[in-house]
């Protein structure tokens, strides 16, 4: 079992999207990752995160196109990414980080660099060159289409393999 902090955003403008050799990810499974715990005890994961981020106020993020992750050359997934808002989700990842720090748990993110975003689609298969000429047409056609969240909580998810659920809940001020 693994941790994981995040917001569950829908998008809903992204919801009737189909992307042929991908599997679509149900809007209601959809979240945008801030931190990612790893393998941590349950009483280490369930640590009250509202001091840390109770103060902060809601916020609003926007995004734009569907770009493949984590890379062109490596698109296991089709994602919706943040065009702005960034700031204010890096001061809240900042929050989290700083605070869990404070009890010794270090994150376990898988890369370096914190590239906020909403998967829609993951590829089953590994990709060959007819998926990468696809996923340069799908970046094109879908290059326009936008969408917003209200950020007004945080969750922690529990995850076992591919199936996640809330186990917690934390509000920003508003």
């Known amino acids: 079992m693994t941790y994981f902090y995040a917001l569950p955003i829908r998008l809903e403008a992204y919801g009737k999207l189909r992307f042929e050799y991908y599997d679509a990810i149900p809007i209601e499974k959809r979240h945008l990752t801030i931190v990612y715990l790893g393998a941590v005890r349950k ?4 640590i009250d995160l ?11 993020l926007y995004f734009k196109g569907v770009i493949p992750f984590p ?3 490596s698109p296991r997934y ?6 702005r808002g960034v700031e204010k989700l890096s001061e809240l990842r900042k929050a989290i980080i700083e605070y869990m720090s404070k009890y010794g748990i270090k994150t376990k993110d898988k890369y370096a660099d914190f590239r906020p975003h ?6 089953p298969i590994k990709p060959d060159l007819s998926i990468h000429r696809y996923v340069s047409r799908v970046v094109k056609q879908f290059k326009n289409i936008r969408d917003e969240a209200v950020v007004d ?3 922690l998810y529990r995850a076992e393999g591919d199936k996640y659920r809330i186990v917690a809940s934390y509000s920003l001020s508003l």
């Open 43 to 46: 009483n280490v994961a369930l």
């Open 50 to 60: 509202s001091p840390a981020i109770g103060s902060l106020k809601a916020f609003k």
């Open 71 to 73: 890379s062109a050359s």
């Open 78 to 83: 089709l994602v919706a990414p943040v065009v």
């Open 118 to 123: 909403v998967s829609l689609a993951r590829l």
């Open 153 to 155: 909580k945080v969750c």
